[in-house]
Each structure stands twice: as C-alpha cells, then as structure tokens.
C-alpha cells in the first residue's frame, strides 16, 4: 500500500497592478479600451476508445488525441504520447518496471515529486494529494496552478511490477487563465485514464 508523502508546499505571489488612467479635453468625447477577452475554444467531446498498442499496461483514452511513441534520447520502449492536435496539449506516460524492488520503486516515487515540484518557481501552489480509483488503485496527484507548461501531474504503482507516470503539458505560451476551459478538459482525461487503468 502507498503511503502519502508529504509534498504539499505553496508558494505565494504579490503581483502590483498599478491602473493608468488617461485625462481627456471636455471638448472630445471620453474613448474607453475594450476589455481583454480571449478566443473560445471548441472543446471535443468527452469520448473514450481503448489503448491497444502492445504494453504492459492499458486504459481508455480521448477518441480526440493521437497516441505517438515517446521519441526523447532517453525513452524507454512502453513510453508513450497522447498528442491532442485540435488542443495542442498531450500527455507523456514514463513506464517502468518495479522489478519487487522497493528501494527501486521509492527512487522512482521521489523522482516523480522532483519532476513535480521542478516548476515551483513559476508555480503559486502545489498540491498533491491520492486518488483512490473505484477498483481500489491508488494514484498519486499533483496539481500546479500558475503560468507552469503542466498543471496536472500522477504516478500509479502495484508496487511489486509495474509503475505509470503521466504528465499534462500544454504546448502554448498563452496565458493560463484564457486555457482554464482546457486544462480542466484535460484534467478530466487524464482522471479518466487512471480510473481505466489495467495492468497485464
């Protein structure tokens, strides 16, 4: 069984906004700047297929997203990609095996907090916290808010054989608040792929 570790630490931000106003001639009349507003986003439904490529795990996935292999120098042969092309978004999954190995699988538990926790300087909080699936697996969560490439974080372990760690990335400099519609999308999928979760 997993037990929790205590990651949890935020990290607070004071933004100054200073207002400038513009004086205007009574003869001329007072022009106001329209608001900011962002693009709407078409989101595509929330529709599932199964994973059938060859790996030692499989779960239901977005019939929206591309599965791609995992082309990093360093990727390991059940790497995989999620690609979403009308989001510009995906989700990298890392497998490796546990091997019964349980200093193994605590080395690789501590490098998913790493991996987490590496965005704390753009980050104003991070939260983890675990997800207990209705068939009883336990999932560890990572939540980022701030302007961070990856708000939403997990690993999942047997604890004896097999270990999944996946991560959201958005694959756009805009600003987070205009891809709140999003990230809350994906956040969905990826709660999805860990309630879809089986091992072989």
């Not at 962002?38 to 779960?59: I, V």
Request: glycine share 2%; proline share 6%.
């Amino acid at each position: 069984m997993i037990a929790k570790i205590s990651l949890v630490r935020f990290l607070f931000v004071s933004v100054l906004a200073a207002g400038i106003y513009a004086c205007s001639d009574d003869k001329e009349p007072d022009y106001q700047p329209k608001p900011t507003g962002f693009n709407r986003l078409d989101l595509p439904a929330h529709e599932y297929q199964p994973l059938t490529e060859e790996h030692p795990y499989t779960f239901e996935y977005s019939k929206a997203a591309i599965v791609q292999k995992d082309t990093f120098m360093k990727a390991e042969p059940h790497w995989i990609i999620l690609y979403y092309p009308k989001l510009n978004t995906r989700i990298q999954f890392t497998y490796k095996p546990v091997n019964n190995d349980p200093k193994r699988l605590q080395n690789m538990m501590a490098d998913a907090a790493k991996l987490a926790f590496h965005h704390d300087k753009k980050a104003y909080s991070i939260t983890d916290k675990i997800l207990t699936t209705k068939d009883g697996k336990k999932a560890i969560i990572f939540e980022l808010e701030g302007e961070v490439p990856s708000h939403y974080q997990f690993f999942v372990t047997d604890t004896t054989k097999h270990y999944l760690r996946g991560a959201m990335y958005l694959m756009t400099a805009t600003e987070n608040d205009s891809l709140r519609p999003v990230i809350d999308y994906m956040k969905a999928d990826c709660r999805h792929i860990l309630e879809t979760l089986k091992w072989k």
